[in-house]
């Protein structure tokens, strides 16, 4: 009996260790919640829809387009010390689509509580995949649909692929419905697996999400559509170019950034990320080490908007205006990247918890890179008397996403410089959007774009990405400035005609940048003008105020005409610069809900109450856009085409910051 006990209490004792150890496991590989910019996790997903789920009746239709971290209190962040406690909460998007409603619902997950809810009337959220799905099965059952595709010779409808988007500018008579709708385009995919090349033009089905049923069917009669393969893999291409030499990239004694959690410091830089489902890759918290000091730079760097117009005036075209951003929830079309592919093979590839429709969270592995790379010189001077030669290398640290929106990929990417730049690089690349067509030779025919293979027109379109920053540079008392330069005629004062000061427009000169309205700017290479936002309380030691300077890059102006739907739909993308005093519900550029919005959402709401830019907590929002005028080496997939802006230090450092670099 005695043996049998001391048997059961080693066995019981077992089975403690093995439980103990395994929860010492699960609970290691939670992620540490220890500031309150730490991404949601998935238990805190499951909760805050189970708390929704328990506080509201719910139908089975009911999804969830967006599930994140509420944005915490910035005074509480910017207070936040290791140890203190905080509060969790998750913002939460429900669509009913039976109801065709959408609320918005705030779970304290400290208290388990829901916090808010409330219905966002006549608004429609980013479209959801169970809906992509929903499309395909009500077009292929249509019959004007499949009498379309057998007009044209296709019996098989397991050959054609349906792709379908936001609906873009509505008619009246959708518009006064006020339903939920997508239209769908068809494609041939055939033998090859790249469809995009064989657009089965001039189809197009609107879809009643709602209803689940055709609102109008549109077949603008029979165009060619191409016939040839279009794959690229390497077994399709053929004779393929002659291999290059390997380049290996080692850091053999490691990496010389540091991660902690979700902070990441290197080179003076300290700063927080977060893979928001919507915006993407975002950046919170970003300082830099001046000597003993860390100077705030900016509080949170997010791309905020995207818009995509096509310039084709024809009925099936002059509906596509992507907002890829707000429509399609970029953040969730982010993809796994693979190490020597999107990032080099001596780079880190970083997780992201997400939510799927149901409210179910999942793992999305690799969808965030970081490493280091050579960036050529930093800083060279080479002494003629002595030979002496001083120069430095520049190292960057790069931290990016990827995304595919149905044809175009994009990259993300946020640039740290050793010299205290920050810059932002956007690249393009992917499948140009085909419109088929008989066409086989290049004509002047059809200025709406080019033809670019045989049957294969590239329209032309434009793409503007819109960035919220807001700043704290040496804290939240900031102040805008533009600056722009001028040529003085030859007088007296200038009598060899080579002066160039500056017009520096600020409080107290000539055109401050004074309140939010006069702060709507453009580009002007004529006077080569730049913006700084600044410290309005502080000085640097040569007495004038620290600053941070945006140096714009390649950019476009907006064509879509005055009066044009998507100019009011997109407005912030009509002009460059945009300076808001900070609120923390102004986050979206183009409004909240961008999927159907009203004109004048966004930008030119946040700006109406007109107030002051002078010594406040300010956010400057810059649009940058690049007008692609398809060409022949765009196909079959468009080589990397580059847009970004740098933020560069201006007086904030009392010398070049990197000078002090070993050899």
Not at 4 to 27: D, N, P, Q, T
Not at 115 to 139: D, G, M
Not at 242 to 264: H, M, R, V, W
Not at 618 to 631: Q, S
Request: charged share 20%; glycine share 8%.
């Amino acid at each position: 009996m005695i043996k049998r006990l001391r048997r059961f209490l080693w066995l019981a004792i077992a089975i403690i260790s093995l439980s103990l150890g395994l929860m010492g496991k699960l609970m290691a590989q939670q992620p540490s919640i220890s500031h309150p910019l730490t991404l949601l996790t998935e238990v805190e997903i499951s909760t805050a829809v189970s708390i929704i789920k328990r506080e509201k009746t719910l139908s089975e239709m009911a999804a969830f387009p967006l599930i994140a971290l509420q944005e915490p209190d910035k005074e509480e962040v910017l207070k936040f010390t290791p140890g203190k406690v905080f509060q969790r909460k998750a913002f939460l998007v429900i669509y009913e689509r039976s109801q065709n409603k959408t609320f918005e619902g705030i779970v304290d997950l400290t208290s388990k509580t829901l916090s808010s809810w409330k219905e966002i009337p006549s608004v429609q959220p980013a479209i959801v995949n169970s809906e992509y799905e929903l499309a395909i099965q009500v077009v292929k059952a249509d019959p004007r649909w499949q009498k379309a595709m057998r007009r044209r010779g296709i019996t098989d409808f397991d050959q054609v692929k349906i792709s379908s988007w936001a609906p873009g500018i509505l008619s009246q008579q959708e518009e006064a419905t006020g339903n939920r709708f997508c239209r769908s385009l068809s494609y041939y995919q055939g033998k090859g697996w790249n469809y995009y090349g064989s657009p089965i033009e001039g189809v197009v089905a609107t879809v009643n999400l709602n209803t689940g049923k055709i609102a109008s069917f549109v077949d603008r009669g029979n165009v060619p559509f191409s016939q040839e393969n279009w794959n690229y893999d390497v077994k399709s291409l053929g004779k393929l170019l002659s291999p290059l030499k390997a380049l290996k990239i080692l850091q053999p004694n490691g990496t010389t950034f540091q991660i902690k959690d979700n902070e990441i410091s290197w080179q003076g830089w300290k700063f927080r990320y977060l893979m928001h489902p919507r915006n993407g890759l975002m950046l919170y918290q970003v300082t830099h080490k001046d000597g003993e000091n860390i100077r705030p730079v900016l509080y949170r760097a997010s791309l905020s908007e995207m818009v995509v117009p096509y310039g084709d005036p024809e009925p099936t075209w002059s509906f596509r205006n992507a907002f890829d951003v707000g429509e399609y929830n970029l953040g969730l079309l982010a993809n796994t990247m693979e190490l020597s592919k999107e990032i080099p093979e001596n780079g880190l590839l970083l997780n992201a918890v997400f939510a799927n429709e149901q409210g179910e969270p999942y793992l999305m592995p690799g969808v965030i890179g970081i490493y280091e790379r050579d960036n050529g010189m930093l800083w060279k001077h080479y002494e003629y008397n002595t030979q002496r030669n001083d120069v430095r290398r520049s190292r960057e640290l790069v931290m990016t996403m990827t995304a595919a929106v149905d044809n175009y990929d994009y990259s993300i990417n946020w640039i740290f410089h050793q010299d205290g730049t920050l810059e932002v690089q956007n690249e393009l690349t992917g499948i140009v959007l085909a419109q088929g067509t008989a066409a086989q030779k290049q004509s002047e025919g059809n200025s709406n774009g080019r033809l670019i293979a045989k049957n294969i027109f590239g329209v032309n379109h434009q793409h503007f990405f819109n960035y919220r920053l807001d700043f704290d540079v040496d804290g939240q008392a900031n102040s805008v400035m533009e600056m722009n330069v001028k040529a003085l005629p030859m007088d007296e004062k200038n009598p060899l005609g080579n002066a160039m000061p500056t017009a520096v427009n600020y409080a107290l000169v000539e055109t401050p940048l004074t309140t939010e309205m006069a702060a709507v700017r453009d580009l002007d290479m004529k006077s080569s003008r730049e913006w700084m936002i600044v410290s309005a309380d502080k000085k640097n030691a040569l007495g004038a105020a620290p600053g941070y300077m945006l140096m714009p890059g390649g950019n476009s102006m907006f064509f879509p005409v005055e009066g044009s739907k998507i100019r009011q739909r997109a407005e912030f993308a009509t002009h460059h610069v945009w300076v808001t005093k900070y609120k923390p519900a102004e986050l979206y550029a183009g409004g909240d809900y961008p999927n159907q919005t009203q004109p004048g959402q966004g930008l030119p709401k946040y700006i109406a109450d007109d107030e002051s830019l002078m010594g406040e907590d300010i956010v400057l929002w810059y649009t940058m856009g690049v007008t692609h005028i398809p060409r022949s080496e765009d196909w079959p997939v468009m080589p990397v085409h580059g847009v970004g802006f740098k933020l560069v230090p201006r007086g904030f450092f009392s010398r070049n910051p990197a000078i002090n670099l070993p050899e």
